[in-house]
């Protein structure tokens, strides 16, 4: 951190030093030199350097395409109401709140000034209506992450409204989304967010089978689901993604306690049934390498046979200390289930001999 951090400060002076044999004017920095200059500065001081001249308000705001305004902790509603009509080539807006402050017109402003934008976190953004996501879907069509995850005013219909148009995403954080994330919700994102590699469904309880097998059916690329406390799912949710989603790496089943064995050996066969082919790179065959990281605490349901099945057939998953990657606390009766390196070590202890004394 240190090292970096002198890395930067070089830089720094590095920069202001030809600034120096240059520049006469403030206005007259190149605006190649102005924008590194930027880039290793913290947001809050973009933003004041936006105001120094017209010269560097011009330049930035056409430079800038990453901003972050989660430091604000106070009237961020306004700031973003000032700042998204210069800002017009942002790809990146980070608006992660301690507080709600956002409300629907800040949300407007973003959408129908910053057209470019790729990723946008709206965490926490308790004041948000549905017509924020209204505007979204007219003016941001290019989202390829969304964070709306704690929104609780959205419903299913303003996000099935969204993905009919925002066609690109594949990241979407929905956790706490009991609203907006339903069933219906869910087959409209299997219908039209083909790409979707990254779902967080926490917490979402009016989210069941119907709603999971539509994802699973319409986004083959998933490779990050998380179903934490999606209390209506049964196993037929799990088939259907280990089945369909052969690039799948992380599963969160915490709490979902309607799972049973048969699940896990629908996701232990799928490695079987999606194993590589010879002839193909070494990149494939990691890119099907399986799961690599699962929670399945508090399924009750299970037994020690078949999640031993699942350990032994995808290598990644880890019980032991340090790793635990295959995660199952609650589950008293899973003490048994070990990893192959908790095996080996215990073996490796055991073929030591044992001096007398």
Known sequence: ?????????????????????????????????????????????????????????????????QLSLSWCKKKMNNLVLSLAPKFTKLQTLILRQENP?????????????????????????????????????HGCPNLTKLNISGCTSFSDEALEYLTNFCRKLKI????????????????AIGRNCNMLQSLNLGWCDNVGDIGVMSLAYGCPDLRCVDLCGCVRITDDSVIALASKCLRLRSLDLYYCRNITDRAMYSLAHSRVKNKPSLWQSMKDRYDEEGLRSLNISQCTA????????????????????????????????????????????????????????
């Not at 289930?337 to 007398?356: D, G, L």
């Open 1 to 65: 951190m240190i090292a970096k951090a002198k890395v930067g400060s070089e830089e720094l002076n590095s920069c202001f030093e030809k600034l120096m044999m240059v520049v006469t004017e403030w206005k007259d920095i190149p605006m190649e030199l102005l924008l590194r200059i930027v880039s290793l500065v913290d947001d809050r001081t973009v933003i004041v350097a936006s105001g120094v001249c017209c010269g560097w308000r011009e330049f930035i705001c056409l430079g800038l395409t």
């Open 101 to 137: 402050q956002l409300e629907d017109n800040a949300v407007e402003t973003i959408a129908n000034f910053c057209h470019d934008l790729q990723e946008l976190d709206l965490s926490k953004s308790f004041k948000l209506s549905d017509h924020s996501l209204y505007a979204l879907a």
């Open 172 to 187: 979407l954080n929905l956790c706490g989304c009991f609203k907006a994330a339903t069933d219906r919700a869910l087959q």
């Open 302 to 357: 299970l037994t020690p046979p078949a999640v031993q099945a699942l350990c032994d057939t995808f290598p990644a998953l880890h019980t032991c200390s340090g790793r635990h990657t295959l995660v199952m606390s609650g589950c008293l009766n899973l003490t048994s289930v070990h990893c192959a390196c908790t095996v080996q070590a215990h073996r490796k202890m055991n073929s030591i001999p044992h001096t007398a004394h």
